[in-house]
């Protein structure tokens, strides 16, 4: 597997696209699927789906884990498999940076809030977000 990078997470960013954006980039070429088709799928989830809900990053990541242990025909097991994976997600990465909330993340800031205002270094740690959040789905996906 490749492994996403701050760095090239940053790149992305500086070129307009969400965190949800650049994790589904290397979803994408970590599957084999059309790297457009994800990137625009992803585009809303950016912000915590502009709301500073569930961040953009952690949420694609989520899709990436749901392409491999995700199912199409119910299957409690795997459903169980599926539910623990999100969650080990979730609690490594809150472990790691205290929250799974966007808003949290960015230090109050919410894309919902009519009038919001962010502060100069509101994004500065996205591209470190985004590293994590595919680093924990990559390690659980080479699980297997």
Same mark, same amino acid.
């Given at each position: 597997?490749?492994?996403?990078?701050?760095?090239?997470?940053?790149?992305?960013?500086?070129?307009?696209?969400?965190?949800?954006?650049?994790?589904?980039?290397?979803?994408?070429?970590?599957?084999?699927?059309?790297?457009?088709?994800?990137?625009?799928?992803?585009?809303?989830?950016?912000?915590?789906?502009?709301?500073?809900?569930?961040?953009?990053?952690?949420?694609?990541?989520?899709?990436?884990?749901?392409?491999?242990?995700?199912?199409?025909?119910?299957?409690?097991?795997?459903?169980?498999?599926? +539910?623990?994976?999100?969650?080990?997600?979730? +609690?490594?990465?809150?472990?790691?940076?205290?929250?799974?909330?966007?808003?949290?993340?960015?230090?109050?800031?919410?894309? +919902?809030?009519?009038?919001?205002?962010?502060?100069?270094?509101?994004?500065?740690?996205?591209?470190?977000?985004?590293?994590?959040?595919?680093?924990?789905?990559?390690?659980?996906? +080479?699980?297997?």
């Amino acid at each position: 597997m490749t492994k996403l990078t701050e760095a090239r997470a940053n790149e992305m960013m500086e070129q307009g696209y969400h965190c949800s954006q650049v994790v589904a980039e290397h979803i994408a070429e970590e599957f084999g699927l059309d790297r457009d088709f994800m990137v625009k799928l992803t585009s809303g989830h950016g912000g915590g789906c502009n709301h500073g809900d569930t961040c953009g990053a952690i949420s694609a990541a989520i899709m990436g884990l749901s392409l491999k242990y995700g199912f199409t025909e119910y299957a409690e097991d795997v459903d169980q498999i599926q +539910a623990d994976n999100v969650r080990e997600l979730q +609690a490594r990465f809150i472990e790691k940076h205290g929250s799974v909330l966007c808003r949290d993340l960015l230090n109050g800031y919410d894309g +919902a809030d009519p009038n919001r205002v962010s502060q100069e270094d509101t994004w500065d740690k996205c591209g470190l977000y985004c590293e994590d959040a595919a680093a924990i789905m990559d390690e659980i996906i +080479a699980r297997g």
